[in-house]
């Protein structure tokens, strides 16, 4: 199943969340900031040990302070007005996101809108990229969540959660 929400992503029951990371996993803003914050200084530690994540890819840590037992990480890639192959990258930041959960047996997952914030990737086109991955893996997974941090952004995943898939 696969819902769209507009919630703290950092207070959903779920086994996993995702995170919106810059490349070198150090705390920033946006998303990234506040799981850092709900997660606590243990978060930041076990990022700097695991040293980075290349645009696209995911990786694993422990969620400490936070109710889901888990944290992907991955690095969307920065909107330069879709010839650098932006929306490919998109696309492997949430199937990368979703093989690493399956890697922790995670059941339950929640994903942001990665790389609507400061990296600019318009957000219907991020939103139809994000629900077709979803939807390639929904059968692997008890619950696909779009947790919106807007009521406009989670009405946009609704909307197109409606429509037949393409």
């Known amino acids: 199943m696969i819902a769209a929400v507009c919630a703290d992503i950092t207070t959903l029951r779920v086994d996993a969340i995702v995170n919106a990371a810059n490349r070198w996993l150090r705390p920033g803003g946006g998303v990234d900031g506040a799981i850092h914050r709900a997660a606590g200084p243990e978060l ?6 695991i040293g980075g994540c290349p645009t696209g890819e ?10 889901a037992r888990w944290v992907i990480h991955t690095a969307g890639p920065v ?18 996101s979703l093989e690493a959960a399956m890697g922790c047996a995670a059941r339950s997952i929640a994903f942001p809108a990665i790389s ?10 991020a939103a139809a990229i994000a629900l077709s991955v ?20 989670a009405l946009l995943y609704r909307r197109l959660l409606a429509q037949p898939p393409a």
Do not use: N
């Open 44 to 49: 930041e530690a076990a990022c700097g040990a």
């Open 58 to 67: 995911a990786r694993v840590t422990p969620g400490f302070g936070l109710p």
């Open 116 to 125: 609507t914030g400061i990296y600019g990737f318009p957000r219907e086109r």
């Open 79 to 96: 909107w330069r007005g879709g010839g650098e192959g932006e929306e490919r990258l998109l696309a492997r930041c949430y199937a990368s």
């Open 134 to 153: 979803m939807r390639a893996y929904e059968s692997r997974f008890a619950l696909l969540v779009a947790c919106c941090f807007s009521v406009p952004d």
